[in-house]
């Protein structure tokens, strides 16, 4: 049993207002910061996270499909607190990675939230979105689904089981049973499908494979992947492998991980 009492009003702990760098209750941003540029139309601003790699997964598997998104793609380290300089909170004020700026039209456009960018690229190339109504709002009902269930998986069960500064029986248990109702509605679902939105591989791959591939493949939180048990979700795991030997997606991982400037 915890010895927490709750408190009639939250007030924020001395050494978290410290904190330059920490989460704080308040948005917007702390310092005066000048992000780099490069010369490509698209700038790029990420780190190798699960929302990170989706905008460049898309980007290469772009270039992979033969069109001309040339980006330029630079590192945001969340955890020195780049993401709250006054340049990145201008192009997201909500200080999450990833961000873009597009600079191909008379007036720069920003972009962020990580599907949100997904979108607006496959919308204006043309690419990786199906065309009809009916397979475009499936996609759009995967899309959403992952927006709202990935945080249950990464602040819920990534922070519990593997950052948490100690192990508590209670929101471990919580999160882990969501996850895995999470996983196995995906095994379900990929039975008698090669990707999320059937035959066609789309920006939904895109999304819910750097959480939940990576998550089975044992590339996320430690030894989470034991945990789970996650060798029992055969279908989740033989379409992380799919999307895993892709070309683009092996160029994105190793750009994220490895060469981000």
């Known amino acids: 049993m915890s010895d927490y009492t709750i408190p009639k ?56 499909a033969g069109v001309d998104a040339k980006y330029d793609l630079f590192k945001i380290a969340i955890g020195e607190g780049d993401q709250f300089g006054s340049d990145f909170v201008k192009i997201n004020p909500n200080s999450k990675i990833p961000a873009m700026v597009d600079y191909s039209h008379d007036e720069p456009i920003r972009v962020f939230e990580s599907v949100s960018i997904l979108l607006y690229l496959a919308e204006k190339f043309g690419k990786f979105m199906p065309t009809s109504l009916a397979e475009r709002t499936e996609l759009m009902n995967w899309l959403f689904w992952q927006t709202g269930a990935a945080p249950f998986v990464g602040g819920g069960f990534g922070h519990f089981y593997h950052y948490a500064p100690f192990a508590q029986e209670y929101p471990i248990d919580r999160y882990t049973m969501e996850t895995k109702r999470q996983l196995d509605l995906l095994d379900k679902h990929l039975a008698d499908k090669e990707f999320i939105n059937g035959d066609e591989y789309t920006i939904a791959d895109m999304a819910i494979w750097p959480w939940y591939g990576q998550l089975v493949q044992g590339e996320l939180y430690g030894d989470a992947a034991e945990f789970l048990n996650a060798k029992e979700y055969k279908n989740v795991i033989a379409w992380a492998d799919r999307i895993a030997k892709r070309p683009a997606v092996k160029r994105a991982k190793e750009a994220e991980y490895k060469d981000i400037k």
Request: without cysteine; aromatic residues 8%; charged residues 30%.
């Open 9 to 64: 009003v939250w007030e924020e702990k001395q050494e978290d207002k410290e904190n330059k760098f920490g989460n704080q209750p308040v948005a917007g941003s702390r310092f005066e910061q000048k992000l780099p540029a490069g010369g490509q139309p698209l700038q790029v601003y990420s780190l190798g996270t699960p929302n990170g790699i989706k905008v460049t997964i898309m980007l290469e598997e772009l270039k992979e």
